[in-house]
């Protein structure tokens, strides 16, 4: 076993990995070393306690081989054999155990082509991606083990790969689009060199299938907004020439500035932004060039259509905020504050307001004034509305088929446009209206 630098302050971080997590790892952790094996939490975990953050789960690598796993457990699901992984099922919690191994040979720029099992954390490091993710945390006595300086680059702020940088993007070119969110997500400058290498190396994300470019994306737009930074991954992503090849229909130049400014935009403007809204932002100004682009990154059908519904609203929004609720009937009152209360139609809004405000501010202000206030009128329409039933219709003479399902949604819209407060009245005016 190679000798590896044991850095002081393990006890003081296992101290602080969340108690469900603490006791999950070492109850693991102990049934590999009862037989004889190493146990030793790897990666993210211990890189966020470094970091002064609570991480969500914990994984283990050991030198015991996957059948060995599977066989000290009662509950285990081999998702990786063919890599040494096995999750152990402890309770409600799943723990990732990885056998250590070297890696050799990425023909695929994906999977490596061999790979040899290992009794050795130093050996296993090797393979690893980036400094601060190779770091091993004792889960039973909290020793610390740094094999490629992972905790020295943590505390200068700096992601750096393990070896070097255009070997271990060329290998797998997702770890391209790892760069840019590790180093976004958790505040650490590339490198010196490491942006260069990715830029030379920006061809390897060519042999990255779409649904890992797709859920790398999502990441970016879907973490913690404590931590999350579009803004600052999509800036690396466009700087190194990696976003125009990962991201179907992102523009060059000064256009591809102006998108990276849109997401940070959006992103800032609260700690609820769904991140549908930054995926439609980053993605096109059009929702068919956007389903095409969630299609050609085989997105889920529910994916493309809560981004297909969000673009599709802009036009409704603008149109919207034209007109002057004083003047309106109810029925078109109350298809505003449908709208207002839809909740594409809101994220509508702050796309549409966001880029407006990239050209022209003034008409930006005018948008947020005029949603503004429909959201005024939608605060005091009833919820819910008052409606009718199918039958109610067809008594007062409606007929059955697309008139009778018109006529309830013009109830409805009466009903919110402030026209009737109550069954009766819903039956006057649809008596008196729909003839």
Not at 404 to 433: C, H, K, Y
Request: glycine share 8%; aromatic share 4%.
């Amino acid at each position: 076993m190679e000798e590896v630098p044991e850095i002081d302050g393990g006890a003081e971080l296992l101290a602080r990995l969340p108690a469900p997590l603490a006791a999950a790892a070492a109850r693991v952790a102990t049934s590999l070393r009862d037989a004889g094996h190493q146990a030793w939490i790897v990666g993210g975990a211990v890189r966020d306690l470094l970091l002064d953050r609570t991480p969500v789960d914990v994984d283990l690598a050991t030198d015991a081989l996957p059948h060995e796993v599977t066989a000290l457990f009662d509950r285990t699901v081999a998702v990786g054999l063919a890599f040494g992984v096995v999750i152990v099922l402890d309770g409600d919690l799943q723990i990732e155990v990885a056998t250590f191994r070297e890696e050799r040979g990425y023909s695929d720029r994906r999977r490596p082509d061999r790979i040899r099992y290992a009794a050795d954390p130093a050996v296993d490091a090797r393979r690893r991606d980036f400094t601060c993710n190779a770091l091993f945390l004792d889960p039973l006595d909290g020793r610390l083990i740094d094999p490629t300086g992972g905790a020295q680059d943590l505390g200068d702020g700096l992601l750096r790969t393990v070896g070097v940088a255009t070997e271990r993007f060329r290998e797998d070119g997702l770890r391209l689009l790892r760069m840019a969110r590790f180093s976004a997500q958790l505040r650490l400058d590339p490198a010196p060199g490491l942006l260069a290498a990715a830029t030379a190396e920006s061809g390897a994300l060519d042999g990255v299938s779409p649904e890992r470019v797709l859920d790398e994306l999502l990441k970016i737009v879907r973490s913690d907004p404590a931590v999350r930074n579009a803004r600052r991954a999509l800036e690396i992503l466009h700087l190194c020439g990696l976003a125009q090849r990962c991201i179907p229909s992102w523009p060059a130049g000064e256009e591809g500035d102006a998108r990276v400014r849109l997401v940070g935009n959006l992103e800032q403007l609260s700690p609820r932004v769904r991140p549908q809204l930054l995926l439609a932002g980053l993605l096109a100004e059009d929702a068919r060039d956007a389903d095409t682009a969630l299609r050609s990154l085989r997105a889920s059908n529910e994916l493309r259509e809560s981004v297909r519904a969000i673009l599709g609203s802009e036009a409704k929004v603008e149109e919207a905020v034209r007109r002057t609720p004083g003047h309106l009937e109810a029925v078109e009152l109350g298809a505003l504050v449908e709208l207002w209360r839809d909740e594409a139609a809101q994220d509508a809004a702050l796309l549409r307001r966001e880029r407006s405000r990239l050209d022209d501010p003034a008409a930006a202000e005018s948008l947020r004034v005029g949603w503004a206030r429909i959201g005024e009128g939608a605060a005091t329409a009833p919820d819910p509305p008052v409606e009718l039933r199918a039958a109610d219709l067809l008594e007062l003479g409606v007929e059955r088929g697309p008139a009778l399902g018109e006529g309830l949604r013009l109830v409805r819209l009466a009903s919110l446009g402030g026209a009737f407060s109550d069954r009766e009245g819903a039956l006057s005016w649809a008596r008196a209206t729909l003839r």
